[in-house]
């Protein structure tokens, strides 16, 4: 039998196991579509189980060798390591490809997002430096009490093995068990009352609750108007630019929604630098309307559509469960046909939660209403609320090229 090439026989592993690796990260992502929504829910509900009830049954039922906290304790690692596999298998682009590259800024990002929050309700005041405090030690205790989990869950299998008690782990399981109370009830204690007294305290942790549990806004909230059908929002404009004060000022003017009208604020003042990939624009813009709508609940690579119709998909940026927004930078025949037709499913998908925005960078305006404008009217006429928008260019970028290029030549975004 011929021996293939070593490299011929490397190529044909790697791509093997890239097959693989597709395959288990579209399993779990299948798995991830049909737990979103719920799945901070069950992590608290596991958290739940894990850190207080299991640990008193075995107490209470005298059960051996912790064997209840250990399972449960097993089964929530498990859980964690499936949301944390589909979290990593959310950054792929469209075509199933991952990159470090792409990694890396999508957890830049996370990262400049959450120091952005910190820097923007830090405060100096006595009342922020004990809401802080109250911070700390609720989490603290609850990290705390995590600690008695994971050494049961490191203790049980050497006890097994070695058939021999580790009596030091246990004394630290039961310390952990009977003091991490104490600081929660302190921690939770300094919150409550600060809530009460405080309004703008007690805003900010309605909101932290609500976006951590993932719960819909209520009915007194900023953003609970519903969003504006197209036919119902004043403008003769289906591609628009986002540049341009008067076309997005007349869109604001015909919406009723302050959500929609904010966003369209958020983007008229975005104009990051030119970047070569698109999932870079995305991350910059996601970092963006977080700072600018921090009332509003911003998620990146939200699914959509379902395995049984066959039309399930990933938004670039969803807010409030409302807003759906498709990021494209390419303007070749192929990328912009592409970019029809996943706008197309999407408005279709999308069409009783609100518009669907198809933002496009690093184009030129007069070459997207070429290019989109039929496609955005046939879309109106199916009662669709959708809309393409040019991202504002950055100004820097056009001043530092003027005289060498022409506009045209010019990364827009």
């Known amino acids: 039998m011929e021996l293939k090439p070593t490299h011929e026989f490397l190529n044909q592993t790697l791509n093997q196991t890239k097959t ?66 589909a979290f990593i298998g959310s950054w792929r682009d469209d075509s199933g490809n991952w990159s470090i590259a792409r990694a890396k800024s999508r957890l830049n990002t996370y990262y400049e997002s959450i120091k952005d929050t910190i820097q923007t309700t830090r405060t100096t005041s006595q009342s922020e430096n004990i809401f802080t405090i109250g911070q700390i030690l609720f989490i603290g205790s609850i990290i705390w009490k995590a600690l008695q989990n994971i050494s049961v869950f490191i203790r049980k299998p050497i006890e097994a093995f070695a058939h021999s008690r580790l009596t030091s782990l246990r004394h630290f399981e039961q310390f952990t068990n009977q003091y991490y109370w104490l600081p929660m009830i302190i921690g939770f204690g300094i919150l409550l009352y600060l809530g009460y007294k405080d309004p703008e305290i007690l805003k900010r942790l309605q909101i932290a609750i609500r ?71 995305t991350d910059k813009l996601y970092r963006h309307l977080r700072k600018m709508l921090p009332e509003a609940t911003v998620e990146l690579e939200f699914p959509i559509g379902d395995i049984e119709n066959g039309n399930k998909g990933r938004a670039d940026i969803v807010v409030n469960e409302t807003i759906l927004i498709e990021m494209k930078r390419g303007s070749n025949a192929g990328q912009i046909q592409r970019a029809k037709g996943q706008i197309s499913q999407y408005s279709e ?30 879309l109106s006429k199916l009662q669709r609320p959708v809309f393409t928008i040019v991202a504002k260019p950055n100004e820097k970028i056009i001043q530092s090229t003027r005289g060498k290029h022409s506009i045209s030549d010019v990364p827009l975004c």
């Open 349 to 378: 998908i999308w069409s009783n939660r609100g518009p669907v925005i198809l933002l496009l960078c690093d184009f030129d305006y007069e070459h997207a209403k070429t290019a989109f404008s039929s496609t955005m009217a046939d």
């Open 211 to 281: 976006q951590f549990f993932g719960w819909k806004n209520n009915s007194q909230t900023k953003y609970s108007s519903v969003i504006a059908k197209t036919e119902n929002i004043r403008t003769k404009d289906f591609v628009l630019n986002a540049g341009s004060d008067q076309q997005i000022n007349t869109l604001i003017a015909g919406s009723q929604s302050v959500l929609f009208c904010d966003f369209l604020r958020a983007l008229q003042s975005w104009s990051p630098k030119a970047h070569r990939s698109e999932y870079m624009f």
């Open 20 to 85: 693989a690796i597709t395959k288990i990260f579209d399993k779990i992502d299948n798995l991830d579509r049909a737990l979103y929504g719920r799945r901070m829910k069950l992590f608290l509900w596991g958290c739940l189980l894990v850190l207080i009830a299991s640990p008193i049954f075995d107490s209470l039922l005298g059960v051996d060798n912790d064997r209840l906290t250990y399972y449960s304790t097993l089964l929530f690692t498990i859980f964690i390591l499936l949301m944390l596999l």
